[in-house]
């Protein structure tokens, strides 16, 4: 049975898959009390290295780089590739997302493990949920999954699916300065 991981950080999960080249934000400047930042920049042949990397894997998650924001929080952004067989904005593919509900058979991921180390920070499997909201995906989707809330692909419907994901880490648990090798 699929495997479903909750985060039990104070994550924010966005999800995202195929933004186009022509979208562009810019915030207002702030306040002049307010801290700076400084812009981190990942590219698209950084994204399309991983996914190429990760192509091969039935699962696979794997962070780009994690950041430090102004001494705050880190942020970590990374590469999601589920084969069919394992059964947001989206790269590639189609799925059913099921978000909410209750895990069925939690059991935490132990704290050493590099789940929880590296790739998502504290985290409980189970074996499916139930009473969720399914939503189906397609490129060019994206959701925002708060923290805590039980999440898992129910159905894969093409051979695989491809997403971003950005991951908020309050409490810094992610290792900031990573980068993918």
């Known amino acids: 049975m699929q495997k479903v991981l909750l985060s039990f950080l104070a994550f924010a999960f966005v999800l ?20 700076r930042g400084t812009a981190t920049d990942i590219s698209s042949a950084e994204v399309q290295a991983l996914v ?15 950041v430090n924001v102004n001494g705050e929080y880190n942020v970590s952004i990374g590469v999601v590739h589920r084969a069919k067989t394992s059964g947001y904005h989206v790269i590639e593919g189609n799925g059913t997302l099921v978000t909410g509900g209750t895990l069925d058979n939690p059991r935490e991921i132990p704290a050493d493990n590099p789940v929880v180390t590296v790739l998502n920070g504290p985290s409980t499997g189970g074996t499916g949920i139930q009473g969720g909201v399914s939503r189906k995906l397609a490129p060019g989707d994206v959701v925002i999954i708060p923290p805590n809330t039980p999440h898992w692909f129910s159905e894969i419907t093409t051979d695989q699916i491809v997403y971003l994901v950005v991951r908020i880490d309050p409490h810094k648990i992610l290792p900031a300065g990573y980068t993918a090798k």
């Open 16 to 35: 995202v898959i195929a933004i186009p080249k022509s979208f562009q934000a810019q915030a207002p400047s702030p306040a002049p009390h307010l801290p």
């Open 52 to 66: 190429q990397k990760t192509a091969a894997d039935r699962v696979s998650d794997q962070a780009i780089r994690v």
